[in-house]
């Protein structure tokens, strides 16, 4: 689980992709503060596992899934990205919950100054928009932002220089993709409230979860 506050930028080494996965390195310093061995690591808003620690570097293995879902695959040596560890239970909750595990990719449209702040305009598609409300939560590449203005189809939010400065937002520009996360809370809400009609269509269903279970059970 984590926050959304990235802790700092990390620098891609290098992406070695083989047929069905690939090692992932990336060059940081804050994080190895008390990084260990199988910790997670959120890049660019998608937990991975730390495979490999040595000095200031650390590996993570990527599976065709996580290429699949997310823009990780259009990293190269070079790229910027952001990190943030685990949330610590003693820590404090700047952001919101975020479980690192992208919903879909959307693409970044338009880049506006507004005084001191700067506006992002990102398409989605239309199951990240079903979830999306104002002043709701969404994770941007890993980053806990309030969606500030909606369109049927694209999400506005604005940051402060702060933000643009601690995260790779200050590296971009129209047309890159940008990882999505809806709050987990609406989608578990939706789950809910559709689940009758979900058990009835899923002809594959195995699950002895009813409605009725769940209203007995508190929920």
Same mark, same amino acid.
């Given at each position: 689980?984590?926050?959304?506050?990235?802790?700092?930028?990390?620098?891609?080494?290098? /992406? +070695?992709?083989?047929?069905? &996965?690939?090692?992932l390195t990336i060059k940081?310093?804050?994080?190895?503060?008390?990084?260990?061995?199988?910790?997670? #690591? &959120?890049?660019?808003?998608?937990?991975?596992?730390? =495979?490999h620690i040595s000095g200031? %570097?650390?590996?993570?293995?990527?599976?065709?899934?996580?290429?699949?879902?997310?823009? /990780?695959?259009?990293?190269? +040596?070079?790229?910027? #990205?952001?990190?943030?560890? $685990?949330?610590?239970?003693?820590?404090?909750?700047?952001?919101?919950?975020?479980?690192?595990?992208?919903?879909d990719t959307g693409e /970044?449209?338009?880049? +506006?100054?507004?005084?001191? $702040?700067?506006?992002?305009? *990102?398409?989605?598609?239309?199951? *990240?928009?079903?979830?999306?409300?104002?002043?709701?939560?969404? &994770?941007?590449?890993? *980053?806990?932002?309030?969606?500030?203005?909606?369109? !049927?189809? %694209?999400?506005?939010?604005?940051?402060?220089?702060?933000?643009?400065?601690? =995260?790779?937002?200050?590296?971009?520009?129209?047309?890159?993709?940008?990882? /999505?996360?809806?709050?987990?809370?609406?989608?578990?809400?939706?789950?809910?409230?559709?689940?009758?009609?979900?058990? =009835?269509? !899923?002809?594959? %269903?195995?699950?002895?979860?009813?409605?009725?279970?769940?209203?007995? $059970?508190?929920?």
């Amino acid at each position: 689980m984590f926050t959304g506050i990235v802790e700092e930028l990390g620098t891609v080494i290098s /992406l +070695k992709r083989g047929s069905k &996965a690939a090692v992932l390195t990336i060059k940081a310093n804050v994080i190895f503060e008390d990084l260990k061995l199988g910790d997670s #690591v &959120a890049v660019n808003g998608v937990c991975l596992t730390a =495979t490999h620690i040595s000095g200031n %570097t650390f590996q993570a293995d990527v599976m065709n899934e996580t290429f699949n879902r997310s823009s /990780l695959g259009s990293l190269k +040596k070079g790229s910027v #990205v952001n990190l943030e560890r $685990a949330m610590a239970a003693n820590g404090r909750f700047g952001g919101h919950m975020v479980a690192g595990h992208v919903d879909d990719t959307g693409e /970044l449209v338009s880049v +506006k100054q507004d005084d001191n $702040a700067v506006w992002f305009t *990102i398409k989605a598609p239309e199951n *990240i928009m079903k979830y999306c409300i104002e002043k709701g939560s969404i &994770a941007l590449d890993g *980053i806990s932002l309030t969606i500030a203005k909606l369109s !049927d189809d %694209t999400i506005s939010v604005s940051m402060i220089p702060h933000t643009i400065k601690n =995260t790779n937002f200050g590296y971009k520009k129209p047309g890159d993709k940008i990882n /999505l996360e809806n709050d987990m809370v609406g989608k578990y809400i939706d789950k809910l409230l559709h689940f009758d009609q979900q058990e =009835t269509n !899923d002809k594959h %269903t195995n699950s002895t979860l009813t409605m009725e279970m769940l209203r007995n $059970a508190g929920f």
